[in-house]
């Protein structure tokens, strides 16, 4: 009997130190669990964070896809001006240069008279 107490006192023991075992690992599993809960809403703020910060860079973008849109059509006006004017100023030479010979050849038509 007295062996069958002891034994039994030795299952209890190993029973309560089996039981205090579980106790600490459900304790631990549960302080990783909160960790992971923590990290996972930090992980949620900072995806939050970064989608706010994409969409004011995407609104960037926009205004600068519209400011280059009309820098480039100021660029094709000024260049067609660019060119008016080379083409007026070539013609304006020819023009020029026509009178000058037509002065030429009257001052040679009278000199010959």
Same mark, same amino acid.
């Not at 660029?75 to 100023?89: F, G, I, P």
């Given at each position: 009997?007295?062996?069958?107490?002891?034994?039994?006192?030795?299952?209890?023991?190993?029973?309560? $130190?089996?039981?205090? $075992?579980?106790?600490? /690992?459900? %304790?631990?599993?549960?302080?990783?669990?909160? %960790?992971?809960?923590?990290?996972?809403?930090? $992980?949620?703020?900072?995806?939050?964070?970064?989608?706010?910060?994409?969409?004011?860079?995407?609104?960037?973008?926009? /205004?600068?896809?519209?400011? %280059?849109?009309?820098?480039?059509?100021?660029?094709?006006?000024?260049?067609?001006?660019?060119? %008016?004017?080379?083409?007026?100023?070539?013609?304006?030479?020819?023009?020029?240069?026509?009178?000058? /010979?037509?002065?030429?050849?009257? /001052?040679?038509?009278?000199?010959?008279?």
């Amino acid at each position: 009997m007295k062996n069958l107490n002891d034994e039994l006192a030795q299952k209890n023991r190993e029973a309560e $130190s089996e039981k205090i $075992s579980a106790h600490s /690992r459900i %304790n631990s599993l549960d302080k990783d669990k909160q %960790n992971l809960l923590e990290a996972e809403e930090e $992980s949620a703020i900072q995806i939050e964070q970064y989608a706010a910060k994409l969409r004011q860079i995407e609104k960037e973008n926009k /205004r600068f896809d519209r400011d %280059n849109k009309a820098l480039e059509l100021e660029k094709k006006r000024l260049t067609e001006a660019k060119l %008016n004017a080379v083409n007026e100023k070539t013609v304006a030479k020819n023009a020029v240069s026509a009178l000058t /010979r037509e002065i030429e050849w009257l /001052r040679k038509q009278t000199e010959q008279e």
